[in-house]
């Protein structure tokens, strides 16, 4: 019976050990989990503009034909100029 009794008593404390460790595995799991994870919170849904804003194309279009006018006549009238002399 002491016999027994000592066998019982070692795989009880095996059985404790083991236990503990894969508790102890799964708590380091968790943790490492939460590392893991993003902390990203959305607070509110996207939501389209109702027009766009920026850029604004026809003032660029615009823009950029007068100053491509400008150059064109600055260019015919300085080669002109040149061709002159």
């Known amino acids: 019976m002491q016999l027994e009794l000592?066998?019982?008593t070692r795989d009880v404390e095996l059985q404790t050990q083991l236990f503990i460790t894969l508790q102890e595995?799964?708590?380091l799991s968790k943790i490492?989990?939460?590392d893991e994870?993003?902390?990203l919170t959305?607070?509110?849904q996207a939501v389209p503009p109702l027009y766009k804003d920026k850029?604004?194309?026809k003032r660029i279009v615009i823009i950029a034909s007068f100053f491509g006018a400008i150059?064109?006549?600055a260019f015919s009238l300085l080669r002109h100029v040149f061709r002159a002399n």
Do not use: F
């Open 6 to 8: 000592g066998r019982l």
């Open 25 to 27: 595995q799964v708590e």
């Open 32 to 34: 490492k989990e939460l």
């Open 37 to 39: 994870t993003p902390t």
């Open 42 to 44: 959305i607070l509110d």
């Open 55 to 57: 850029p604004r194309r």
């Open 71 to 73: 150059g064109a006549v």
